[in-house]
């Protein structure tokens, strides 16, 4: 019988030590907690953006340049369990039209034809469930924990990554 009580004392206990891990919230984050408070503010370029005379059509365009690809990142957010608002930019899609890798940025057009913004406003995300490609006009929030850790790709440098444990549509609330 000893063993027994014993073993449900242990059993609660882990329990409560283990449930905050289970019901931690993730930090909701703001796109300008991603720049450190000492960085120095953006120089505009005055280098033109596109060599305009590839211009033809702006489906088969090159992708304008990023302005800061080496952008000062928050430390601190490293390992942060964190939701983040922002729109999907598609690095990799699959067979069935999901997006498994991609940037999240936080305007719509970063990347494509627009100045990508600075590395420490963009994330690479990766995620098994993907989102549909017919559905990246909208906005979502990505839950996961954030990695401090710089990523290139064709479009731009991310100075964040993150594994999507959630991604939600965005909705503004009422």
Same mark, same amino acid.
């Given at each position: 019988?000893?063993?027994?009580?014993?073993?449900?004392?242990?059993?609660?206990?882990?329990?409560?030590?283990? +449930?905050? #891990?289970?019901?931690?919230?993730?930090?909701?984050?703001?796109?300008?907690?991603?720049?450190?408070?000492?960085?120095?503010?953006?120089?505009?370029?005055? +280098?033109?953006?596109?060599? #305009?005379?590839?211009?033809?059509?702006?489906?088969?365009?090159?992708?304008?340049?990023?302005?800061?690809?080496?952008?000062?990142?928050?430390?601190?957010?490293?390992?942060?369990?964190?939701?983040?608002?922002?729109?999907?930019?598609? #690095?990799?899609?699959?067979?069935?039209?999901? +997006?498994?890798?991609?940037?999240?940025?936080?305007?719509?057009?970063?990347?494509?034809?627009?100045?990508?913004?600075?590395?420490?406003?963009?994330?690479?995300?990766?995620?098994?469930?993907?989102?549909?490609?017919?559905?990246?006009?909208?906005?979502?929030?990505?839950?996961?924990?954030?990695?401090?850790?710089?990523?290139?790709?064709?479009?731009?440098?991310?100075?964040?990554?993150?594994?999507?444990?959630?991604?939600?549509?965005?909705?503004?609330?009422?």
């Amino acid at each position: 019988m000893k063993r027994s009580a014993i073993s449900r004392v242990v059993l609660a206990l882990l329990l409560l030590v283990a +449930t905050p #891990l289970w019901a931690a919230d993730p930090k909701e984050l703001t796109w300008s907690e991603m720049i450190p408070p000492d960085a120095p503010p953006e120089a505009p370029d005055m +280098t033109p953006l596109h060599d #305009l005379s590839q211009i033809g059509d702006m489906e088969t365009a090159p992708a304008a340049r990023q302005n800061l690809p080496n952008a000062p990142v928050v430390a601190a957010l490293d390992g942060q369990l964190i939701r983040l608002p922002g729109y999907i930019v598609p #690095l990799e899609v699959s067979e069935d039209g999901r +997006t498994t890798d991609f940037l999240l940025v936080p305007y719509f057009g970063a990347c494509i034809h627009v100045p990508p913004p600075p590395s420490n406003q963009i994330v690479h995300v990766t995620s098994k469930e993907g989102v549909k490609l017919d559905e990246l006009y909208q906005p979502y929030w990505i839950v996961g924990a954030m990695q401090v850790k710089a990523s290139t790709s064709e479009l731009a440098d991310a100075g964040y990554q993150m594994d999507a444990q959630k991604i939600v549509v965005y909705e503004l609330p009422e």
